[in-house]
């Protein structure tokens, strides 16, 4: 077991890659009551189209079959799991993202028996052709539901405006029309190729002994047989540049119109270095300029075109990237005009060395704030370790960043062909 200590976050970090390819890390925080672990692996609603393991040819599978996924490992021949977990004191969840589906449980009691059951549970498929069938009645349900929402109406119709091929338009739970398609054969078939430990991480931090905890989940592990895993092949279509939609109108019963501009980063694969540069320095510069004490946002409030609801927010992968500013607002079409003025005005602003100065500590400031909370580190750790880069390496990684570094990003950030605009109007 790997033994790292990061002193300037004061970190102790546990890890290890056990034979079976599974990748765990212990946080230990013996000071707090609470323990959260969270059992993720690399797969994610974009990953429609693949070679499963053991097999030669490329297959396409419904869309929303990782979400499915998410929901039928819960449900077992004889049992719950929710149950399981409720009566050894534990709080149970899991989501599925674009890239990433997450299994996860906090607990202040019966840690390791938690995490037991946590391993457990999700590396044992249990599907059945009647399950399944009902499980897309309840699906469907949740899809009608976001469909009447609009919040999500307004995330995925930006969305869907920036991108034209990549699978990131399409809704992460699928369509109506997509789950009726999806049998247990498709489930065994993702499972079996993205749920193989080597594709997998767990990351346990709390309250436990951390070498108690790893010799546990060893032992587990050693009782369990897996196939040899082999290089995931996933396809991906090519994405143009530019939006796939200018302006994008949806109407919906709402008192106040929502209006969304959508920043269609990139479309292809970066490597490690390209992503975590821009990943840090595209936030830094949208809370620069958007956060509440930005010359931005108090153009916009001054001119009452923003409320509360005000927000922005950046979203980058190693395939796709977007960032999103939008509001409630009674003005969409003079909202989204002035920020698209003031994103292409980003082009000729040159930062100084002391605003540069500033936007660091801020970002360096809130990072340290979330670390607080072992559920953002945990999250934020997998996912960052998904892409090569260390969560507790990040720090000097921002230290690092010039002012020239700030002023390149911006002079290539914005560009007219890579913005979308989606408005929720009252119907």
């Known amino acids: 077991m790997n033994k790292q200590i990061y002193q300037e ?3 102790t970090l546990y890890s290890e890659k056990l034979d079976n390819g599974l990748t765990v890390f212990l946080l230990p925080r013996p000071e707090m009551a609470k323990a959260f672990g969270i059992f993720s692996t690399n797969y994610g609603s974009i990953d429609q189209t693949f070679v499963p393991i053991g097999e030669t040819e490329e297959v396409h599978v419904p869309e929303g079959v990782a979400h499915f996924l998410e929901h039928k490992l819960f449900e077992k021949k004889d049992r719950d799991v929710f149950a399981d977990f409720g009566k050894q004191g534990a709080s149970p969840n899991a989501y599925t993202s674009f890239t990433k589906t997450a299994y996860l449980f906090s607990a202040t009691t019966n840690i390791e028996k938690n995490v037991e059951t946590l391993i457990d549970f999700v590396q044992d498929p249990y599907f059945s052709e009647e399950s399944v069938e009902k499980e897309k009645g309840i699906i469907s349900q949740e899809i009608k539901m976001y469909d009447d929402q609009p919040d999500w109406q307004s995330f995925m119709g930006t969305i869907k405006s920036m991108f034209k091929n990549h699978p990131v338009n399409v809704d992460i739970a699928g369509t109506v029309e997509s789950i009726t398609s ?24 709390g309250n436990f002994r951390p070498e108690n905890m790893m010799e546990m989940i060893k032992t587990n592990q050693n009782k369990k047989s897996f196939k040899e895993m082999e290089d995931l092949k996933r396809n991906l279509p090519e994405e143009p540049e530019e939006v796939a939609i200018k302006e994008n109108k949806i109407t919906m019963p709402v008192s106040i119109p929502k209006c969304t501009i959508g920043i269609k980063e990139y479309g292809d694969e970066l490597s490690k270095d390209d992503f975590l540069h821009k990943d840090l320095l595209g936030g830094m510069v949208l809370s620069h300029f958007f956060s509440t004490g930005g010359e931005f946002y108090q153009e ?93 390496e990040i720090i000097p990684e921002i230290q690092k960043l010039t002012l020239q570094d700030a002023n390149n990003f911006m002079k290539n950030w914005i560009s007219e062909n890579r913005l979308a605009v989606c408005t929720i109007a009252a119907e």
Do not use: W
């Open 182 to 205: 999806i049998t247990k054969d498709d489930l065994y078939t993702c499972y079996n190729t993205f749920y193989h430990p080597e594709n997998m991480s767990l990351f346990l931090a």
């Open 300 to 392: 916009l409030y001054k001119a009452n075109l923003i409320d509360g609801s005000f927000y922005f927010e950046t979203n980058l992968d190693k395939n796709f990237g977007y960032s999103m500013i939008g509001s409630n607002t009674n003005k969409p079409e003079k909202f989204s005009k002035r920020v698209i003025e003031l994103l292409l005005s980003t082009n000729e602003i040159e930062l100084a060395e002391d605003v540069f100065d500033r936007m660091k500590k801020k970002k360096i400031g809130q990072l340290l704030r979330s670390m607080n909370s072992l559920e953002f580190i945990a999250n934020n750790y997998t996912s960052y370790h998904a892409m090569g880069i260390n969560l507790f």
């Open 9 to 11: 976050i004061n970190e």
